[in-house]
């Protein structure tokens, strides 16, 4: 059961343009919802979070938007660059548990 | 300050082994988790710890254990490897107790190959 999906494996976009990343959850007591970038042989970087009480956080070219009653989140990175290329993986947790569900990942590339 | 540190960075065993991966936590974080990934997909949870007490287990066979130590450091212990236990094992950290709202930070991983 992949209460986690991301259902677009890759993603290409023109650099300069804005890259859009969703993620579809299906736990409704998922209350923190985090975004990590990941290049190969590294660990996953923390890139945004946002917590369920809000609909949008923004940091620099990343902005997450919630949307609850779909159960959908979204990253958008405005404007994209080519050392965005990377996998995205779109993470959720429950106040309960703390521990982290993992989409599959979305492949961005970025091209010049 | 260091990241999440992790040892060894490549492993290569054969089934059967046993395997013990090693984590620091970033300087003054108390909670440890473990993940495996295998390619191709996200991150799984296997073990949580705080305070080096097991404060959450995911589904994974009991060949594997973890546990920390009073500097918090962390070693995740894997018996009898099979050959699809070959994955990146991640550690991440963070900074409070293992429920609420709790950014984690990420390691750089340990690729484990089973032959």
């Known amino acids: 059961d992949q209460q986690v999906k991301q259902n677009s494996p890759s993603l290409s976009v023109q650099e300069g343009r804005i890259s859009i990343l969703n993620c579809d959850y299906t736990?409704?007591?998922?209350?923190?919802f985090l975004w990590y970038k990941k290049y190969p042989a590294e660990g996953p970087t923390f890139l945004i979070s946002?917590?369920?009480?809000?609909d949008k956080n923004e940091d620099g070219r990343f902005t997450v938007f919630l949307n609850k009653s779909a159960k959908h989140l979204s990253l958008h990175i405005v404007p994209s660059q080519p050392g965005d290329s990377a996998v995205y993986f779109c993470?959720?947790?429950?106040?309960?548990?703390?521990?982290?569900?993992f989409g599959q990942g979305t492949t961005l590339q970025v091209k010049p | 300050d260091a990241g999440v540190t992790q040892s060894p960075t490549h492993l290569i065993k054969t089934r059967g082994q046993h395997v013990t991966l090693r984590c620091s936590p970033i300087s003054g974080h108390k909670s440890v988790s473990w993940y495996q990934q295998v390619l191709g997909q996200g991150p799984q949870f296997i073990f949580q710890y705080y305070e080096k007490e097991e404060r959450g287990r995911g589904n994974f066979p009991d060949r594997f254990s973890a546990r920390q130590f009073p500097n918090y450091s962390s070693e995740l212990n894997v018996n009898a490897l099979l050959l699809g236990d070959s994955a990146l094992y991640l550690c991440?950290?963070?900074?409070?107790?293992?429920?609420?709202?709790?950014?984690?930070?990420f390691g750089p991983g340990t690729r484990l190959l089973v032959l």
């Open positions: 993470a959720a947790s429950a106040s309960n548990t703390g521990k982290l569900i």
């Open positions: 946002i917590s369920s009480i809000k």
């Open positions: 736990n409704s007591m998922f209350d923190y």
């Open positions: 991440a950290s963070s900074n409070r107790q293992t429920t609420g709202k709790v950014t984690q930070y």
